[in-house]
């Protein structure tokens, strides 16, 4: 059973946007929070935001002022708006909720 599924990768030039979406299940959506991660190639999955179920967020020094995390509640989804995109931004970036619950990734590829 598919509880989240990632959309909206792509490859984009530098200084431009994407926006991911992640549709969760209904009792996944309903989880404490649900979270970002990113993986580059040869690096370890970080984490790069996450927003509770009550709407607070919390973000990566990394993205901070560029990534906005939001929720749309009777979608079911969870967007990352990622602006000023840069070429250390490219990865697959991961859906998480608790308890070890993920996605299957989406490309995010930043050209120079």
């Known amino acids: 059973q598919v509880q989240l599924v990632e959309s909206g990768g792509g490859l984009v030039q530098t200084g431009g946007s994407l926006r991911l979406s992640c549709t969760a299940s209904e009792r996944i959506f309903r989880s404490a929070y649900i979270a970002w991660y990113r993986q580059a190639p040869g690096k370890n999955r970080e984490l790069v935001a996450t927003?509770?179920?009550?709407?607070?967020?919390d973000y990566a020094n990394t993205v901070k002022g560029r990534f906005t995390i939001s929720r749309d509640n009777p979608n079911n989804t969870v967007y990352l708006q990622m602006n000023s995109l840069n070429p250390e931004d490219t990865a697959v970036y991961f859906c998480?909720?608790?308890?070890?619950?993920w996605g299957q990734g989406t490309q995010v590829s930043v050209s120079s």
């Open positions: 927003i509770s179920e009550d709407g607070s967020t």
């Open positions: 998480y909720a608790p308890d070890d619950v």
